[in-house]
């Protein structure tokens, strides 16, 4: 076991990176969890509307994520190399493409948004519930589509310091952000402190307020320590990113960008096909997939920790000390799933009751929340496994094993279970996450191989 546990110095040096990240994507889940559950207080279709915006929202977001990511696999071994230069042009780069990206996800949601969550709507339901839900959402996506670009923006800042190792001041962005969120939301959504009820709008108005503070406070922060953080000197003097650069960002990073958006946009295609068991497997799922968002931050983060750790010991060539401290973060990430497994058991029968919803909703995302508890380990390991391909550049072996298996086998699966099986929606989902198995051994034998050790920067 001894290769598999690291000493008191390992783990202090790995959770001063993960913790961080754990506080402020547990704090930011745990405020979303708040949203939900205020306007899961206010009705089934406001609910329902929101979750289905959210679930455009979600292909969004993690396609930037996989934008700043495609190009933070360089800003870490820059930064393991000590080369400001690289990891100011990489900044640039991620400037320029995330603001492209925004533009063209801003123009998409509010010409087709209606389309797009329409799609949810086409189950077993009442047309006005329906018809309900879809007013709801559009209501909440127009609102949201404002915040897009502040967020975009405090995803580059926060994603190049993390890479350089500084976790502390995205984490306190997040939390005034937070803060700002959820005292908003409680005013505008309810309509307290002579603040006029405004329900769903209310929640978009909030989240959007809480997006401008968290940029503006982390862009403050780094600008006001440019003397310590040097890449940020002169960043904007010149958009111009190094073609060199450019084309190895492109060749190592696209395949992550696309994956980033194809899994997003695949988890969406699984979301729709269990949707078409109508409009309380839609509110059942969006109570699950809340609270598993809460405790999911554990693994989660545990792999946004590996990435940067593993990342840095590649660009520094410390070959054989990267493949160890991988190791003992992988075991340490699939241990620490213990806990989430446990918070869900003893949750699943309880955070269902917290909303204004039927007996039938309650039941089912209960049932919901145990099969996640269930399979919570096997995805911690996937997650850490993904985190380790991808910090030696492997991108093009991320793509297959990450969205090349969801879209290759768990959509097709989902297609025909929803469609043409009869089962009921229980055991479509069950045997949809089971199929994660297999990827887990696909997983194990990239990582033994060691196909990721790899220094892109040198």
């Given at each position: ?14 959770l ?26 206010v ?9 289905v ?5 979600f ?39 995330m ?57 580059i ?78 960043a ?14 492109l ?22 096909c ?50 160890d ?25 309880v ?27 096997v ?80």
């Open positions: 076991m001894g290769k598999y546990i690291g000493d008191k110095k390992f783990y202090k040096m790995a001063s990176i993960a913790a961080p990240i754990m506080i402020q994507n547990g704090i930011t889940n745990f405020v979303s969890m708040l949203d939900n559950i205020m306007i899961g207080r009705g089934t279709e406001q609910m329902s509307g929101v979750a915006a959210n679930q455009l929202l292909v969004f977001n993690i396609s930037m994520f996989g934008m700043v990511s495609g190009a933070g696999i360089f800003g870490a071994q820059f930064f393991g190399s000590r080369n400001m230069e690289g990891v100011r042009d990489t900044f640039r780069f991620k400037v320029v493409s603001t492209l990206m925004t533009l063209l996800g801003i123009a998409l949601l509010f010409f087709r948004g209606d389309f797009l969550i329409s799609l949810y709507l086409q189950g077993k339901s009442d047309m006005g519930s329906a018809a309900a839900t879809l007013a709801y959402g559009i209501s909440y996506l127009r609102i949201m589509l404002i915040g897009m670009l502040p967020y975009a923006f405090a995803q800042y926060a994603s190049t310091l993390r890479e350089m190792g500084e976790t502390m001041a995205p984490m306190r962005a997040g939390m005034a952000a937070v803060c700002v969120n959820m005292v908003l939301n409680y005013i505008l959504i309810f309509g307290k402190l002579g603040a006029p009820r405004l329900g769903v709008a209310g929640a978009a108005i909030a989240t959007v307020v809480s997006r401008f503070v968290e940029c503006g406070c982390i862009a403050l922060w780094t600008h006001r320590r440019s003397e310590q953080l040097c890449f940020i000197k002169g904007y003097r010149s958009l111009r990113v190094p073609g060199g650069l450019t084309r190895r960002i060749v190592k990073g696209s395949p992550l960008m696309v994956n980033e958006f194809l899994w997003s946009l695949g988890m969406a295609t699984l979301t729709q269990y949707s078409l068991y109508g409009l309380t497997v839609v509110a059942g799922l969006n109570i699950a997939t809340t609270l598993s968002n809460v405790t999911n931050v554990v693994w989660l983060s545990m792999g946004n920790a590996l990435s940067i750790i593993v990342g840095q010991l590649l660009g520094a060539g410390k070959m054989e000390e990267a493949k401290t991988d190791r003992k973060l992988i075991f340490f990430a699939v241990t620490s799933c213990l806990f989430v497994v446990a918070a869900l058991l003893l949750l699943a029968p955070f269902p009751q917290i909303y204004n919803t039927s007996g039938e909703v309650r039941t089912l995302a209960m049932r919901l929340i145990l099969v996640t508890a269930c399979f919570a380990p995805q911690a390991f996937l997650n850490a496994a993904y985190f380790t391909l991808r910090s030696g550049g492997k991108t093009g072996i991320t793509f297959f094993f990450d969205s090349g298996f969801m879209w290759l086998c768990s959509i097709p699966a989902a297609f025909v279970l929803s469609r043409y099986s009869g089962f009921p929606i229980l055991a479509t989902y069950i045997l949809c996450q089971a199929l994660e198995i297999l990827k887990c051994v696909l997983g194990f034998v990239l990582v033994k191989k060691g196909v990721w050790l790899n220094n892109i920067v040198a």
